[in-house]
Antibody, heavy 121, light 106 residues
Framework: EVHLVESGGGLVQPGGSLRLSCAAS????????MSWVRQAPGKGLEWVAN????????NYVDSVKGRFIISRDNAKNSLFLQMNSLRAEDAAVYYC??????????????WGQGTLVTVSS | DIHLTQSPSSLSASIGDRVTITCRAS??????LTWYQQNPGKAPKVLIY???TLQSGVPSRFSGSGSGTEFTLTISSLQPEDFATYYC?????????FGQGTRLEI
């Protein structure tokens, strides 16, 4: 069964940094685009960033550009999100997700269980 | 950015009801539209992709339609496990965005 497991969440002060990891198993990780999606407590879903299967292309939502960096290590089947200059509005559950594409649509499946990031002094 | 607006934001229904949720895009997205179901404390689960293609393993009471700017998710006969929050998501361009969600309640 395809499996994604996030880790690295926790409590951080405003302005601080955190690095999230996502361990992938039971699929050919190096063949897929991967994304991070977040969900603030009681709120909706927000796509944060994605990265091409070989790491050569990365995209970000405007609100995290210049602060977050997405990366991957295909040899270790791992996805990362380096989060710097954290703000209160970055507090959320962060999910990693595999991207699928049909040519007519891209979607996320599966998703990990999520890791909670809390930004507070 | 393409903005997705779901309606209604919340919906009360009963077991066996037929319900329809609408997702409107601020710009044409062809069929680059996916529907998800999310239960409390859980990750979202894909129901429909490419606007109308049922994901493997998803019950046939779920269906999707639409193209361009208007899309619908229909549940033909509500079951107890269907009471959840539903999101649409476009993938037409970057940034990928989601609708605000529709909470389906008993």
């Amino acid at each position: 069964e395809v499996h994604l497991v996030e880790s690295g969440g926790g409590l951080v002060q405003p302005g601080g940094s955190l690095r999230l990891s996502c361990a992938a198993s039971e699929f050919s990780f190096s063949y897929y685009w991967m994304s991070w999606v977040r969900q603030a407590p009681g709120k909706g879903l927000e796509w944060v960033a994605n990265i091409k299967y070989d790491g050569s292309e990365k995209n970000y939502v405007d609100s995290v550009k210049g602060r977050f960096i997405i990366s991957r290590d295909n040899a270790k089947n791992s996805l990362f999100l380096q989060m710097n200059s954290l703000r209160a509005e970055d507090a959320a559950v962060y999910y990693c997700a595999r991207e699928w594409s049909s040519g007519w649509s891209n979607w996320f499946d599966p998703w990990g269980q999520g890791t909670l990031v809390t930004v507070s002094s | 950015d393409i903005h997705l607006t779901q309606s209604p934001s919340s919906l009360s229904a009963s077991i066996g009801d037929r319900v329809t949720i609408t997702c409107r895009a601020s710009h044409t997205i062809n069929t680059h539209l996916t529907w998800y179901q999310q239960n409390p404390g859980k990750a979202p689960k894909v129901l429909i992709y490419a606007a109308s293609t049922l994901q493997s393993g998803v019950p046939s009471r779920f269906s999707g339609s639409g193209s361009g700017t208007e899309f619908t998710l229909t549940i033909s006969s509500l079951q107890p496990e269907d009471f959840a929050t539903y999101y649409c998501q476009h993938s037409y361009n970057i940034p990928i965005t989601f609708g605000q969600g529709t909470r389906l309640e008993i």
